[in-house]
């Protein structure tokens, strides 16, 4: 079965809402396989996101992205990695369908509440980041 990562990040996590954002996966054929909250350093958010290490807005992402805790996610199920994309909704959640994730609980393109898997062979990669085998059932 299909697999992909899920981060919600630390704006989502601070306002409470792991909850409700968890539940938009399982109400939506998502299975969560592993789950786990952590501080990342700041190493951490630089390489998880090395793909951006040259774009502007690279300083403010790991900054954001350290501010405080997030929740690590692998989901699974058919199609995992587009339908959990159709659920978090444009990066910008200004231009974020309604009833998306990030529609309902992003405040601005930095603090945008989820990431998620961008092709399932980078999936791949970002679960081994965060996740071990035994951790994924
Ligand atoms: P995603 O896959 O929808 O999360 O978007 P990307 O992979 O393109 O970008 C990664 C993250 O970097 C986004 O979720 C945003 O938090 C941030 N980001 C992307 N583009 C911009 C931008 O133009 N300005 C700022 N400040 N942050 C951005």
Known sequence: MEQTLSIIKPDAVA???IG????RFESNGLRIAAAKKMQLSEADAQAFYAVHAERPFFKD????MIS???VAMVLEGE???AKNRDLMGATNPQEAEPGTIRADFADSIDANAVHGSDSVENAK???KFFFSDREIV
């Open 79 to 81: 199609g995992a990695m």
């Open 125 to 127: 990669n970002e679960i």
């Open 68 to 70: 405080g805790p997030v």
């Open 20 to 23: 409700k954002i968890m539940d």
């Open 61 to 64: 992402l790991v900054e954001f």
């Open 15 to 17: 306002k409470g809402v």
